[in-house]
């Protein structure tokens, strides 16, 4: 029986990673603005602030799950508006009508 195709978890965790490097650095950026604005000193900063983020590969593949079916229901949305429209591929207007629904259910 062959899988459906799925993304990679390694793709995935990279995605992850570069989007809590993004937030940390932004938390600090914000902590050390707070910081001098109350004229304080750096505030005791726990070891759980401190530990990296980190996904198990369990969570990972059920990421990669979530996406593709995700994805996959915009398509058919998007396709079904598409053929209604008597139109053989889908546009941008498609995926942008079905967007919110989508969102929504998910």
Do not use: Y
């Not at 570069?18 to 932004?26: D, H, P």
């Amino acid at each position: 029986m062959e899988e459906d195709p799925t993304f990679d978890p390694e793709l995935i965790h990279s995605i992850f990673k570069s989007v809590w490097m993004r937030m940390a650095l932004e938390r600090e950026r914000n902590e050390a603005s707070d910081a001098m604005d109350n004229e304080a000193g750096p505030a005791n900063v726990t070891s759980k602030k401190n530990r990296p983020t980190t996904a198990n590969a369990n969570a990972l593949k059920l990421s990669c799950e979530l996406l593709r079916l995700f994805i996959a229901e915009a398509v058919q949305r998007a396709a079904a508006i598409a053929e209604a429209e008597g139109m053989t591929k889908i546009e941008a207007t498609h995926l942008e009508r079905i967007l919110p629904q989508l969102l929504l259910d998910f």
